[in-house]
Every structure is written in structure tokens, then in C-alpha cells.
């Protein structure tokens, strides 16, 4: 198959650091090194998938969004996208599949969505999901019947190391729906040692992020770690979860997959978390990891379950929550969403539609061209 896989424009393909285009390129590489003919449509600084091509794209700064970008990549590259067997659409504001479809009539499409339901093509169509939360949430919210495969971790990366140092660790971006607060109340209240990893790479992150790092300054057993953007980015947070106890997401929304948890399984670490959104899908309580709703739970399972598994793993015939939490984390290897999309194009391809698929409206064409 001749592939046209569109990222987007917030960040290179992989990212230097944090973003969902991590999982874009294990998806576009994936296919590649199936025998598949890829061409990677994503901003500089991104990589060649193997065997394949790459037409880079404006980036816009800081994260901010461009739907200009899109018009203008559709613009640059319309005779090579309508060349492709398939497109798939990973874009932030889809207006490449609305264009491809819309107006050029060009029906072999796949859309990916990352994060939300509300930022899909308009009317909606050929829509993937990853959890089984996202893919509801879209049936009840937006009325929206979509395809779901479920986002993956790339294990062959994220490995276990299970000889442990004395801290709690909290990934994430900036932002008070990641339950960072809840994060640093219990650390401090409590007296565990936390380490606070991230960057202020986009207009948002630091908004927020400046004043936690102001904040944790002055706890004595709270460390601000601050991540490198550049490719070590996620050498140094894979170390810092491998050597973490356990990893803190008290996540304060209803978060439809959560990349950080995965990976931190892995990396043999269980995940702490609140059991909003996909959580539960990813976290077994008490089985490779721990679902809390309070404070008062947090806190038992801190100060007492996480030492009880720690003092007690050689005495629970044969049981460990760190190598279950791996075990849990391999289900979601990202190879099998590889071999879910390839069978997804092919069936596209074919014919297959879902959702709401209106006619091409013959009025827009003439609008926009």
C-alpha cells in the first residue's frame, strides 16, 4: 500500500520531548517496516520512515494552533495525497481529510484523534478512537460511532528495571487537570520523596509549570526534574520512571488514554491514579496498580499498600505488582495497533465507511477553490 500519513504541525515526527507524535511515528514506522510504502507529511526536524519519504510542512510556534497550515499543506501536496491508496489523518484540526474528501471527492481516509472528541472532521467520518472510554465518550457526547484501537507503548523501549530508589515520580504537561496539586499536597502532608519531571516547552506548559516550580522550591522532599528537548528527552524520563517506586497520576480529568501510564508500566513501575477516564481499562486495582477517588485513598495506598507489595513481594507466591505492572503494559505494545491499522486501510480501501458521511457538498468546493 502507498500510505500518506499527515502529523501534525505542533512538533516533529517523533517529538523531541512530550506529545502525542510519538505515537503517530510508531504508527507511520510501523506500517513502513511492514513493507508498506509510507510518506510522512510533518514539520521539520522529523525523521524518514523506513523506505519511505518525507515532505515536511510549516510548524507553527509554541504549540499554537493553525488551521492555515493544513489549507496550505493540502494546497502544496494535493496531486501526491490523492496519489495514496490510503490517508491517514492524524492532524490537529483535520482539515486535511475535510479538504481531501469534500472537495476533491478523495474517500480512502483515516482519522485519528488525539485527546478529545471535539476535534474531528466536519460532518464527522472514518473516526478511530483509542480506549474504550474515548470511543463511548464519542457515542454519548458527540453522537459519533468511531472505529477504536488502542493507543500503544513501544515495550521494546520502555523496559523494566526493577532495582528501585526512594521516590514517587509525576509526569506530565503543566496543567492543573494532571493533578499535580493533589500530587505535591500529598507528598508534602505525608513526607514521601516526589520527583516533578517535565518542561516548559509550550505557551501552556509554562504558564502553568513556572509557578509548580515555584511552589516546589520550597518543599525540602519535592525535586523539580527538569527534561531535556532533545532526543535524551526520553531516555532520561524512561530512567526516571524504571528507578521510580511507583508513578503518581492523580489525574484530574477524564483522560482518554494516558501515554505516561503506560510507558511507566513497562518500565515495571505501577501507576497510582484516579480512575477517571481510560484508567481503569489500563490500571487492575490492587493487581498491577492502584485506582484511588480520595485523598484519604492516595494516602492509604502510598503510606500503606505500596509498602506492604515492597516489604512483602517475595512472600506472595510468586506475585509482584511491578512485574504484573509490566505484564498489564505489554497488552498494549504498540505493535498491535501497527497490525489493527494495517487491516483498517485494507478494509478502507475497500470500502468500508463509519460514521456520519455526508455528500460532497458541490457549494463548498466552489467557496473554498
Not at 33 to 42: D, I, P, Q, Y
Amino acid at each position: 500500500m502507498k500510505v500518506g500519513f499527515v502529523s501534525t504541525y505542533s512538533n516533529s515526527t517523533p517529538p523531541k520531548g512530550y506529545g502525542g507524535e510519538c505515537y503517530f511515528w510508531e504508527i507511520a514506522k510501523g506500517i513502513a517496516e511492514k513493507g508498506h510504502e509510507v510518506h510522512l507529511f510533518a514539520s521539520g526536524g522529523s525523521e524518514t520512515p523506513p523506505n519511505g519519504y518525507l515532505h515536511l510542512t510549516r510548524a507553527s510556534k509554541g504549540g499554537f494552533l493553525s488551521c492555515q497550515i493544513e489549507y496550505d499543506l493540502v494546497k502544496t501536496y494535493k496531486d501526491l495525497l490523492l496519489s495514496m491508496d490510503i490517508v491517514h489523518d492524524c492532524s490537529l484540526d483535520k482539515r486535511v481529510s475535510e479538504q481531501l474528501r469534500y472537495i476533491y471527492g478523495y474517500k480512502p481516509i483515516i482519522n485519528t484523534i488525539n485527546g478529545t472528541t471535539y476535534i474531528i472532521p466536519r460532518p464527522p467520518f472514518n473516526v478511530v478512537t483509542g480506549s474504550k472510554f474515548w470511543k463511548n465518550d464519542a457515542k454519548v457526547n458527540g453522537q459519533l460511532d468511531t472505529e477504536m484501537i488502542y493507543w500503544g507503548t513501544n515495550t521494546k523501549f520502555y523496559t523494566p528495571d526493577y532495582e528501585k530508589e526512594d521516590y514517587l515520580l509525576w509526569i506530565a504537561r503543566f496543567h492543573p487537570s494532571k493533578g499535580l496539586d493533589l500530587a505535591i499536597d500529598l507528598a508534602e502532608y505525608l513526607g514521601f520523596n516526589l520527583k516533578v519531571a517535565g518542561s516548559l516547552e509550550f505557551h501552556d506548559h509554562a504558564y502553568y509549570g513556572k509557578e509548580y516550580i515555584k511552589k516546589i522550591k520550597g518543599i525540602k522532599n519535592i525535586e523539580y526534574v527538569e527534561l531535556p528537548m532533545n532526543f535524551s528527552h526520553h531516555e532520561v524520563k524512561k530512567k526516571l520512571m524504571q528507578k521510580a517506586r511507583a508513578f503518581l497520576y492523580p489525574v484530574q480529568y477524564k483522560e482518554a488514554f494516558g501515554m505516561v501510564v503506560t510507558e511507566s508500566m513497562a518500565c515495571g513501575t505501577p501507576v497510582i491514579a484516579t480512575s477517571q477516564g481510560a484508567m481503569p481499562e489500563l490500571i487492575d486495582d490492587n493487581i498491577n496498580g492502584w485506582l484511588c477517588n480520595t485523598k484519604r485513598e492516595f494516602a492509604d495506598t502510598i503510606m500503606k499498600k505500596l509498602p506492604y507489595c515492597e516489604d512483602n513481594k517475595r512472600h506472595h507466591n510468586g506475585f509482584n505488582i511491578w512485574q504484573a505492572a509490566r505484564e498489564k503494559a505489554e497488552k498494549f505494545d504498540v505493535s498491535y495497533a501497527v497490525d489493527a491499522y494495517e487491516k483498517l486501510y485494507k478494509e478502507v480501501i475497500a470500502g468500508k465507511e463509519w460514521g456520519v458521511v455526508l455528500k460532497q457538498n458541490s457549494a463548498l468546493r466552489t467557496t473554498i477553490a
